[in-house]
């Protein structure tokens, strides 16, 4: 499949105007929805948005590439746009973007557009063609320069396949001093780009550089043995998990894909001259961490990890127990409520299973995070020596709660203690190399990881019977701030750290049996989207017909609690949008505290609302905050009219 099959001449707008980002996707979206490869616009939207949370697509060079791979895309596709004046687009060198290149691609099925999106890519690396593009008068003009230089590119592939028929003595054949691989999450784009990067650089430097991509479509250009075996060092320019195994005993560098586009002098002459560790594998280790992370972020990479594998125990177990208590009959044994019926203890014995292991699989996956596979097992252990509040007068545990906060700590002990473990036994024998995932691991970092987690186990319980006690004794003002602060929260970034870090601490008190706040801030990350939706149904004068549009998809998004239907509006109207969102978000947190209102599932909208305490008040205390959030939004944002739009 060429370029040109994917790209037509209605998804071409070489004269776009737009002022921001969101108006750069949104226009590019449109683009692409007139080719006719959409069956959802909105949706794939929304995974332009999630791609671009994950970073920015704007590559630097005047380039920005906005991808998703989502099932609301019917067919590959792609979209184009020149912006003269440029627009910022958070690229990684700071430079406003000219040039975009939008890519839609299907999330299932044949991946024969995958080879032209990677060739795509490729030729974007060229100053020139950049430059021909940017001076194309006419939409077909713009066609014919890719039309030309795709068809320069396959003859140059040929006539490399040609040397090598004709028994050319070719540089695979002569050896590589480097080597790399290049991925990135999507295998899009951002890999091809790296590739070529690394490639044309290594030219330029007298340095041939093979690079293996690992895309969409599966490892290409395979780096083989006798290859691996010949060059000086190896660079994984990738942003996702790459097997290492192979490169046993050789210096590797690891660092980012982004490293592999912008900096390829620089990781090449390290690569040839620098000082690299040289790689040692550990049987049942497959990735390195990319170096330069700073600790913030990697303890909050680590966090999440944990979280993330521990919502869906957390939400399912937590919406079988309150279904139990939906379906119970309190009168036959209030003491036993919950229980007294077969099937309200058959799913609440199952919510209790899946609810009981939280702290389990929280502290696992944050020591599978920090230490790769040998980390879970251990982290595992430590988070359940947590939650059995084991110590050493009492090992059956009982004695302490150490609760959510030991169960975190737990898995950060665990995965740095296995890191540990591999520090003290890297000097061992090659021969014994089997004997550390099976027995060293295993054994020693269970043990320690228990130790250490049951010496902890006391000052933990005392941390959090204190905080349990201070919130079960909050009433009146203090428990509607609370309300207010935590829900409040949810609407300062939309799903960003702040965002997370209320959603956490709610999440934490649901095994206190502290339900009430769990309320207030799936109340309060209701609201954002809610809140724009009504605007942009009843002060439609405020907003564009895109905007109107995207406003009625909102409702469902906010009645599901998923705040990041917010996003597109905050981002390009932050400082009305955010400040509307989170007074409505106050507002609806503190009235579910003074309803007393209380959730013991972690998330849900108004489906679980017949399992909330207190139900018709919580619709109301989320009208009340939607109306709010709405209104002052409307005070701020002035008519488009009078705006001279």
Do not use: W
Request: proline letters at 4%; charged letters at 20%; glycine letters at 12%.
């Amino acid at each position: 499949m060429r370029i040109s099959d994917l790209l037509n001449q209605e998804a071409i707008d070489l004269n776009a105007k737009v002022s921001s980002k969101m108006d750069a996707i949104s226009h590019l979206v449109d683009l692409m929805d007139r080719s006719g490869s959409l069956s959802d616009k909105e949706a794939y939207r929304q995974g332009v948005l999630a791609r671009e949370q994950e970073g920015s697509t704007g590559i630097g060079e005047g380039i920005a590439i906005p991808h998703a791979k989502v099932a609301a895309v019917k067919k590959p596709a792609l979209a184009s746009m020149r912006v003269n004046q440029g627009v910022d687009y958070d690229a990684l060198d700071g430079e406003p973007a000219k040039l975009f290149f939008m890519i839609a691609a299907p999330e299932g099925g044949a991946n024969v557009h995958l080879e032209a999106l990677a060739r795509l890519s490729k030729m974007l690396m060229d100053d020139q063609f950049r430059e021909d593009l940017m001076q194309a008068d006419s939409v077909s003009g713009f066609l014919g320069i890719i039309d030309r230089k795709e068809a320069e590119l396959d003859a140059e592939v040929q006539k490399k396949e040609s040397g090598k028929s004709s028994g050319e003595m070719t540089v695979d054949q002569q050896g590589y001093p480097v080597l790399a691989i290049t991925a990135c999450p999507t295998g899009i784009a951002h890999t091809y780009m790296a590739a070529e990067s690394l490639e044309k650089k290594g030219q330029e430097m007298g340095c041939p550089v093979k690079v293996e991509t690992q895309g969409a479509e599966g490892a290409k250009n395979v780096l083989t043995a006798e290859e691996i075996r010949q060059a000086e060092c190896i660079i994984i320019a990738a942003d996702k998990n790459v097997d290492l195994a192979r490169f046993d005993g050789k210096r590797v560098i690891v660092t980012k894909v982004s490293d592999g586009i912008h900096k390829p002098e620089e990781l090449i002459e390290k690569g040839l001259h620098g000082e690299v560790e040289i790689y040692h594998h550990i049987a049942g280790e497959e990735t390195a961490e990319v170096k330069g992370e700073g600790l913030g972020r990697s303890i909050y990479k680590h966090l999440m990890n944990g979280v993330s594998h521990m919502l869906p125990f957390v939400i399912g177990g937590g919406i079988l127990i309150a279904l139990a208590f939906l379906f119970d009959d309190y009168s036959i044994d209030p003491s036993n409520f919950g229980k007294n019926t077969p099937l309200a203890a058959y799913l609440k014995t199952i919510g209790e299973f899946s609810f009981g292991m939280m702290l389990p699989v929280l502290a696992g996956f944050i020591a599978m995070s920090i230490a790769d596979r040998p980390g879970l097992a251990v982290g595992f252990i430590a988070g359940m020596v947590a939650k059995a509040g084991c110590t050493f007068a009492n090992p059956a545990g009982g004695d302490v709660n150490s609760g959510f906060l030991g169960a975190l700590l737990a898995g950060f002990v665990a995965g740095y203690l296995v890191l540990l473990l591999k520090k003290l036994t890297a000097k061992i024998p090659r021969a014994m190399d089997g004997v550390r995932p099976m027995i060293i691991y295993p054994v020693v970092g269970i043990l320690a990881a228990a130790v250490v987690t049951t010496f902890i186990n006391p000052f933990m319980g005392i941390i959090n019977t204190a905080l349990t006690n201070a919130l079960n004794s909050l009433n009146g003002t203090s428990k509607i701030l609370l309300g207010m602060v935590t829900a409040g929260m949810q609407s300062t970034d939309m799903g960003g750290p702040i965002n997370k870090a209320s959603y956490v601490f709610a999440t934490s008190q649901l095994s206190e049996g502290n339900f009430e706040i769990m309320a207030a801030v799936m109340a309060g990350g209701m609201i954002p989207p809610l809140a724009i939706a009504l605007c942009t149904t009843f002060f439609k004068n405020r907003f564009t017909e895109k905007e109107r549009q995207s406003g009625m998809v909102n409702y469902l998004l906010g009645l599901s609690f998923i705040s990041e239907g917010a996003i597109p509006f905050a981002a390009s109207d932050p400082l009305r949008v955010i400040p509307s969102c989170i007074a409505g978000s106050a507002i609806a947190g503190g009235l579910s505290m003074a309803f007393g209102c209380t959730l013991r599932a972690p998330h849900g909208g108004v489906f679980v609302i017949p399992t909330i305490g207190h139900p018709f008040l919580y619709m109301g205390a989320i009208l009340i905050g939607s109306v709010v959030g709405c209104v002052i939004l409307a005070v701020l944002k002035k008519p488009l009219q009078k705006m001279g739009k």
